[in-house]
């Protein structure tokens, strides 16, 4: 039973912030229920709607101003005395600049600390590459005990929050996407830890399986509506666990589908194309898919808007169509 | 400190050099970081041997003091310490450096153990020490939080980073000490800190210095409070390699590897101090 309303309010108010701006709110809630929940950030407080959780819960909450490996290492020192800690700034720079204390800190002492990563992948639009996050899965997959959640909207954003509330571990979440972006689910999504779940089932045959993660996967979904029309028959699977990840349902669909295609916002190594390569490679059975991967080429785009960013690297519904009509045509 | 306690004192640092020195010839080839753990000998003596409220028997108390290593490295000179106080065994003790031991050269975090922390990778020790003791406060626990730093860690930025949170929130539960022995793995004067204790106390610590050798000298720092809601850093002067005179405070003993001759000669210099 969530303690989140998935009503059309909730819905509209946390569509409307964004999943950055929806964190906070929805850790405020979850505050109300966890006694032991403390938030840090490194000076976005604003950015994240921690400021509504500051103002409802001002003894648990700690601003650690631009110092983001002292805010993983207060973090540690909090959850190793029994604390419930979420640390929060965006992406490049929790996962970067502090990798190394989350590496030792957080991971090698297994502690109870829950790092959202704001505004991954090209959110920053304009702001250019040192606020892009390309890194951050390759990063984070590498780490033993670290878990990582991609939720694919603010609902499910809501429901993988409350699930990492209610973990004793380190976790990893990637928050993606602009404020206004429409959603995928429209109520509970059932969030469940390492499945990977289908949210568009194919027409007739199976011939595409897109799996993909965080909000680029409306791109999926819109690109998957167009090829109907084309008598291209699409299913979108969404990865919102990228750790551990759920194998044997990729096993499944790389048996069941002709071509595997995987969309993500991070550069192609070590990302969820990476992932999924990894396991189909280590399989010994007979597998029917062709692999492609769409992400981020092994360079620093110039910077642009989101749907710029996403345009040129062929990362939005036209380029995903693109992708799949060149495929099945070599098929 | 009466004369009975302060002999208590030194027997419980002669034996933590005795005890790296050992397990530093032991380890054979892999050595040990003989040079600084002689050198916070008196600082961990003094701490577990008088200031810190710990107990073997219960080292998962609530209350217990937090005694953070941050200068991981070290690890030998706490394993004694632990030792001597209840938490290790001698068989913890021969494992050091050993396959598969829970005692490697830097230390993991092991509470039963009395190790709060995993530590080996330098500055991050006051940053976590912070966290914890900020629990304290939240808590309304009276239990209070020690960092042990070295001198060459203070040259990681996030050693300040840590020390302005603990300004910030007026950690006045929060003592660091510095093992100040003047050198880092290089050397001396790798990269020196001008007026370290003029600039940690225009950070807004309380800020004490000390002769890191002497039990009255280091007591005095360790117990005197000057201000309320400042958290307080004890530069101690130290040499490394302290203990044997031939090579106190000269370079190359950051890591050494013994031979049978000078192991045989530290021993019984050791021994008869």
């Given at each position: ?331 | ?78 394993y004694?310490?632990l030792a001597?106080?209840?938490f290790l065994t001698q068989d913890d003790l021969n494992s050091f450096?050993?396959?598969?031991s829970d005692f ?9 153990k ?160």
């Open positions: 039973m969530s303690i989140f309303n998935y009503t059309p309010e909730n819905i509209s108010k946390w569509t409307r912030a964004g999943m950055r701006k929806s964190f906070g709110l929805q850790l405020s809630e979850l505050a109300g229920v966890h006694e032991n929940l403390i938030a840090l950030t490194a000076d976005v407080a604003s950015s994240s709607s921690l400021n509504v959780f500051a103002e409802k819960f001002p003894e648990r909450f700690f601003n650690l101003g631009v110092s983001e490996q002292n805010m993983i290492g207060v973090a540690s020192g909090l959850a190793k005395e029994n604390n419930n800690v979420f640390v929060c700034t965006f992406a490049p720079f929790v996962s970067m600049r502090a990798y190394e204390a989350i590496k030792i800190l957080v991971c090698y002492m297994n502690l109870n600390v829950k790092i959202i990563a704001l505004s991954s992948g090209f959110s920053l639009g304009v702001q250019g590459n040192t606020h892009y996050c390309f890194e951050d899965i390759s990063l984070m997959r590498t780490l033993p005990n670290m878990k990582i959640f991609s939720p694919a909207d603010v609902l499910e954003e809501a429901a993988i929050l409350e699930h990492t509330a209610n973990l004793n571990t380190p976790a990893f979440v990637r928050l993606t996407g602009l404020d206004g972006t429409p959603g995928i689910f429209k109520s509970d999504p059932d969030f469940i830890e390492g499945e990977l779940k289908i949210i568009r089932e194919p027409e007739n045959n199976k011939d595409v399986a897109i799996i993909s993660t965080g909000s680029v996967i409306n791109e999926c979904v819109r690109a998957a509506r167009a090829l109907k029309r084309e008598n291209i028959s699409c299913a979108v699977f969404n990865a919102s666990t990228l750790k551990p990840f759920d194998d044997k349902k990729l096993k499944e669909i790389s048996r069941e589908y002709k071509i595997i295609l995987t969309v993500e916002e991070h550069f192609l190594s070590g990302g969820l194309g990476g992932i999924v390569s990894e396991i189909l490679a280590g399989d010994n059975e007979k597998q029917n898919a062709r692999l492609i991967r769409l992400g981020i080429d092994d360079k620093f785009p110039l910077a642009g808007n989101y749907a710029n960013m996403l345009e040129k690297s062929g990362l939005n519904a036209n380029g995903i169509i693109n992708a799949i009509k060149n495929a099945c045509s070599k098929n | 400190m009466n004369e009975n306690e302060i002999l208590r004192l030194k027997e419980l640092a002669k034996k933590i050099r005795l005890d790296v020195l050992e397990m530093t010839f032991k380890a054979g080839a892999d050595g040990g970081h003989l040079g600084g753990a002689f050198s916070c000998a008196e600082i961990l003596a003094i701490l577990y041997g008088k200031i810190l409220n710990v107990n073997s028997k219960n080292p998962f108390d609530e209350n217990r003091d937090r005694f953070i290593l941050s200068k991981g490295h070290v690890a030998l000179a706490h004694s310490i001597q106080s209840g450096e050993q396959n598969n490697p050269t830097h230390e993991v975090i092991n509470i039963e009395g190790i709060e922390t995993s530590s080996g990778s330098l500055g991050y020790g006051l940053s976590i020490g912070v966290g914890v003791a900020l629990n304290a406060k939240l808590k309304n626990k009276s239990y209070r939080t020690y960092v042990l730093l070295g001198d060459g860690e203070c040259n990681e930025g996030s050693v300040w980073e840590a020390v302005q949170s603990a300004v910030k929130f007026k950690l006045d539960n929060l003592t660091a000490v510095i093992d100040f022995n003047e050198q880092s793995l290089d050397g001396k004067n790798i990269m020196p800190i001008q007026n370290l204790s003029g600039v940690l106390e225009n950070f807004g610590f309380e800020v004490h210095e000390c002769n890191g050798h002497d039990f009255n000298e280091l007591e005095n720092a360790l117990t005197q409070n000057e201000f309320n809601d400042r958290p307080k850093i004890i530069i101690a002067h130290t040499l490394k390699a302290k203990g044997i005179k031939s090579i106190e405070g000269s370079e190359g003993w950051h890591h050494a590897r013994l031979n049978q001759n000078d192991y045989e000669n530290f021993r019984k210099e050791l021994e008869n101090a």
